[in-house]
């Protein structure tokens, strides 16, 4: 090999001559491993079977949580991941529920019917169990997931970060195994995209992705190969020679047909399509997205998806073929999707714009070149910010090679900053053990809350204004919460998250706590109110906030290394949050399990509210808590 386990481990891919990544990379190359009989998806799924039959009741959750993500088909493997994430949470795996997480993410969540709200919350829990069970490779694999998003939507400082993190992880893990190579093929990919992204370097990001591919094939696992075929018939595209776009666009085809990963096959066609279009070759755009239809009607893919995936590409070939009227129509159906990138975005409002110039629509044709301008100006802004400072990708990663090292380090917590998130029996526990480990806490009451409308009145402030009026707003829901014995345990924008009962050496009783709560959550929206006074009287926005409190039990513990953080999290977090949205501004929703513990405490008035539709939980009845006006 012309690169060592060295070279690897650094991600340093200065030793390839420029012959030897071009052989790597060559997309019409033969006996590749990626191809080979060992690699198709039958042979995988038979090793994956006979390790999980030989393995003990421990390690075959994992295993099981871990093989419904590689074995993710349209909807199945998708609900295979979702099931093992309810089975490992059931039996108490940390590192499994994790593992099913992953598994879960491996697909977007527009193909999955969800939210990126949803994956954001999926992925930080994921990364939570993995951190609280020391499940190291785990934890690097969902880091390299988010850096993928994270890129996909611009930040390309903020993804290199992640992977540089997530690489620390799998060095500080084991000894190297397939996983980590998997591992170390997907950090280099997302540098491999870094470089393009961010400074257009095709050298230095074939460089990467040469690296990643031979990692790839030491992991013996073939995920990183049709991406990085993907990026290069990207590259090809961007340089007008259709000639590499299409070859390395049909090689990740074959892999992913032969790995049976209908969702890289199908996203190789769809580039492919592109860069027919953009090459002006329209008859074979046409081929191309007939053969993708094929395709997806042989594996059964969702109807929504492939529906999504026609009429984008219909409608670029129906601008290409000035048939405005299909474009438009075909167009307008897809310009505003959640898969949706920015240069595709662009390259169908330009399509719009152009056909309804062409139909005499005056209006149309301003209103769509003015969104076109406001994508392509994010599109550049994002450009810009993902050069960071105007450091080149090598001082970047020169920079993060400082930070993170090459030895192993124990993060230092400040003593202070641990006394102000953990509650006392945690902070104690670290203490004397050095660690504060994850612990399930039963009858805790639960506060969440987020302020209505929120986005346009962020919108409407200068950034330094809004931080501050924040800032006053949560420092005197502290003050309420530290009243009534109550927690804050983090902010997350505009949203507050507090917890009664951390401390499980407390002797206030159950019903107690939630009536504090309660109590808490009240005072909170009458504060809110004589705020929105004055407020009005200056003429500033107003702050409403819809605040749900619900009881459970929940998972908390520490979280982070390099920032520090005590986080809880539990399906009865989820609930607060879900009779929080279901709320109405101004009010406190509480759930059943709230008005049983109150019920019949003085002063604390429950009015029956219309249920409110929760995801995954249909209908929640709900209750508005009210107190009596305070004396004056």
Same mark, same amino acid.
């Given at each position: 090999?012309?690169?060592?386990?060295?070279?690897?481990?650094?991600?340093?891919?200065?030793?390839?001559?420029?012959?030897?990544?071009?052989?790597?990379?060559?997309?019409?190359?033969?006996?590749?491993?990626?191809?080979?009989?060992?690699?198709?998806?039958?042979?995988?799924?038979?090793?994956?079977?006979?390790?999980?039959?030989?393995?003990?009741?421990?390690?075959?959750?994992?295993? %099981?949580?871990?093989?419904?993500?590689?074995?993710?088909?349209?909807?199945?493997?998708?609900?295979?991941?979702?099931?093992?994430?309810?089975?490992?949470?059931?039996?108490?795996?940390?590192?499994?529920?994790?593992?099913?997480?992953?598994?879960?993410?491996?697909?977007?969540?527009?193909?999955?019917?969800?939210?990126?709200?949803?994956?954001? %919350?999926?992925?930080?829990?994921?990364?939570?169990?993995?951190?609280?069970?020391?499940?190291?490779?785990?934890?690097?694999?969902?880091?390299?997931?988010?850096?993928?998003?994270?890129?996909?939507?611009?930040?390309?400082?903020?993804?290199?970060?992640?992977?540089?993190?997530?690489?620390?992880?799998?060095?500080?893990?084991?000894?190297?195994?397939?996983?980590?190579?998997?591992?170390?093929?997907?950090?280099?990919?997302?540098?491999?995209?870094?470089?393009?992204?961010?400074?257009?370097?095709?050298?230095?990001?074939?460089?990467?992705?040469?690296?990643?591919?031979?990692?790839?094939?030491?992991?013996?696992?073939?995920?990183?190969?049709?991406?990085?075929?993907?990026?290069?018939?990207?590259?090809?595209?961007?340089?007008?020679?259709?000639?590499?776009?299409?070859?390395?666009?049909?090689?990740?085809?074959?892999?992913?047909?032969?790995?049976?990963?209908?969702?890289?096959?199908?996203?190789?066609?769809?580039?492919?399509?592109?860069?027919?279009?953009?090459?002006?070759?329209?008859?074979?755009?046409?081929?191309?997205?007939?053969?993708?239809?094929?395709?997806?009607?042989?594996?059964?893919?969702?109807?929504?998806?492939?529906?999504?995936?026609?009429?984008?590409?219909?409608?670029?070939?129906?601008?290409?073929?000035?048939?405005?009227?299909?474009?438009?129509?075909?167009?307008?159906?897809?310009?505003?999707?959640?898969?949706?990138?920015?240069?595709?975005?662009?390259?169908?409002?330009?399509?719009?714009?152009?056909?309804?110039?062409?139909?005499?629509?005056?209006?149309?044709?301003?209103?769509?070149?003015?969104?076109?301008?406001?994508?392509?100006?994010?599109?550049?802004?994002?450009?810009?910010?993902?050069?960071?400072?105007?450091?080149?990708?090598?001082?970047?990663?020169?920079?993060?090679?400082?930070?993170?090292?090459?030895?192993?380090?124990?993060?230092?917590?400040?003593?202070?900053?641990?006394?102000?998130?953990?509650?006392?029996?945690?902070?104690?526990?670290?203490?004397?053990?050095?660690?504060?480990?994850?612990?399930?806490?039963?009858?805790?009451?639960?506060?969440?809350?987020?302020?209505?409308?929120?986005?346009?009145?962020?919108?409407?402030?200068?950034?330094?204004?809004?931080?501050?009026?924040?800032?006053?707003?949560?420092?005197?829901?502290?003050?309420?919460?530290?009243?009534?014995?109550?927690?804050?345990?983090?902010?997350?924008?505009?949203?507050?998250?507090?917890?009664?009962?951390?401390?499980?050496?407390?002797?206030?009783?159950?019903?107690?706590?939630?009536?504090?709560?309660?109590?808490?959550?009240?005072?909170?929206?009458?504060?809110?109110?004589?705020?929105?006074?004055?407020?009005?009287?200056?003429?500033?926005?107003?702050?409403?906030?819809?605040?749900?409190?619900?009881?459970?039990?929940?998972?908390?513990?520490?979280?982070?290394?390099?920032?520090?953080?005590?986080?809880?999290?539990?399906?009865?977090?989820?609930?607060?949050?879900?009779?929080?949205?279901?709320?109405?501004?101004?009010?406190?929703?509480?759930?059943?399990?709230?008005?049983?513990?109150?019920?019949?405490?003085?002063?604390?008035?429950?009015?029956?509210?219309?249920?409110?539709?929760?995801?995954?939980?249909?209908?929640?009845?709900?209750?508005?808590?009210?107190?009596?006006?305070?004396?004056?």
């Amino acid at each position: 090999m012309p690169i060592t386990d060295a070279d690897l481990l650094r991600l340093d891919p200065s030793g390839l001559t420029d012959e030897e990544v071009d052989e790597i990379l060559d997309p019409n190359a033969i006996g590749v491993p990626e191809l080979s009989p060992e690699w198709e998806r039958e042979a995988v799924a038979r090793r994956w079977t006979q390790a999980i039959e030989a393995a003990d009741t421990a390690e075959r959750v994992l295993l %099981e949580a871990r093989f419904a993500g590689l074995a993710a088909f349209p909807g199945d493997g998708q609900a295979a991941a979702s099931r093992m994430a309810a089975e490992a949470r059931s039996s108490g795996s940390f590192q499994a529920e994790a593992e099913a997480i992953r598994s879960i993410l491996s697909r977007p969540h527009y193909l999955r019917g969800g939210s990126r709200l949803e994956d954001e %919350e999926l992925y930080e829990r994921g990364i939570q169990l993995a951190a609280h069970s020391d499940a190291r490779l785990v934890e690097a694999d969902l880091l390299l997931h988010r850096a993928v998003v994270v890129m996909h939507f611009g930040s390309v400082t903020e993804s290199l970060r992640l992977a540089w993190r997530a690489r620390r992880l799998v060095l500080d893990a084991v000894s190297p195994s397939h996983r980590s190579y998997e591992l170390l093929a997907a950090t280099a990919s997302v540098l491999g995209v870094a470089a393009w992204q961010s400074e257009k370097n095709q050298r230095l990001s074939r460089r990467y992705f040469a690296c990643s591919l031979i990692a790839d094939r030491r992991g013996r696992d073939g995920s990183s190969a049709p991406l990085l075929h993907i990026e290069l018939s990207r590259q090809g595209s961007h340089f007008s020679d259709v000639r590499s776009a299409r070859a390395h666009a049909l090689r990740a085809f074959y892999i992913g047909r032969h790995a049976g990963d209908w969702f890289q096959a199908s996203r190789s066609l769809y580039y492919l399509c592109r860069a027919e279009l953009g090459a002006g070759e329209l008859s074979a755009a046409k081929q191309t997205l007939e053969r993708l239809r094929g395709y997806t009607r042989e594996q059964s893919v969702a109807p929504h998806i492939v529906s999504a995936i026609n009429d984008l590409l219909g409608a670029l070939i129906a601008f290409d073929e000035r048939d405005c009227e299909r474009g438009i129509e075909l167009g307008l159906a897809v310009v505003d999707g959640a898969a949706m990138g920015a240069e595709t975005k662009l390259a169908l409002m330009n399509g719009l714009a152009s056909s309804y110039e062409a139909m005499g629509d005056k209006d149309s044709t301003i209103t769509w070149l003015r969104r076109a301008a406001v994508v392509q100006s994010e599109m550049y802004e994002n450009r810009i910010a993902g050069s960071a400072t105007g450091l080149t990708l090598n001082d970047q990663i020169a920079r993060l090679r400082e930070e993170y090292g090459d030895a192993t380090e124990t993060a230092r917590r400040s003593d202070t900053l641990l006394r102000g998130i953990l509650p006392p029996s945690a902070y104690a526990e670290f203490q004397q053990t050095g660690e504060c480990r994850a612990r399930h806490i039963e009858r805790v009451a639960i506060f969440f809350s987020d302020f209505a409308g929120f986005t346009q009145i962020a919108a409407g402030m200068h950034p330094d204004q809004l931080v501050d009026v924040l800032g006053q707003l949560f420092g005197a829901f502290d003050r309420i919460m530290v009243e009534h014995g109550c927690e804050r345990v983090e902010t997350i924008g505009d949203a507050y998250l507090a917890v009664a009962g951390l401390d499980v050496s407390e002797e206030r009783s159950f019903e107690c706590r939630v009536a504090d709560m309660v109590h808490a959550a009240v005072d909170v929206a009458r504060y809110l109110v004589g705020r929105n006074g004055e407020f009005r009287a200056l003429g500033a926005p107003e702050f409403h906030a819809r605040i749900g409190v619900h009881t459970g039990s929940i998972v908390g513990g520490l979280v982070g290394t390099e920032r520090v953080r005590y986080a809880v999290f539990g399906d009865a977090v989820n609930t607060a949050q879900r009779l929080e949205a279901g709320g109405r501004p101004g009010t406190v929703t509480v759930s059943a399990a709230v008005r049983d513990a109150v019920d019949g405490v003085d002063g604390i008035g429950l009015i029956e509210r219309p249920a409110i539709s929760a995801k995954g939980k249909g209908d929640l009845p709900v209750w508005e808590a009210t107190l009596p006006a305070p004396s004056q």
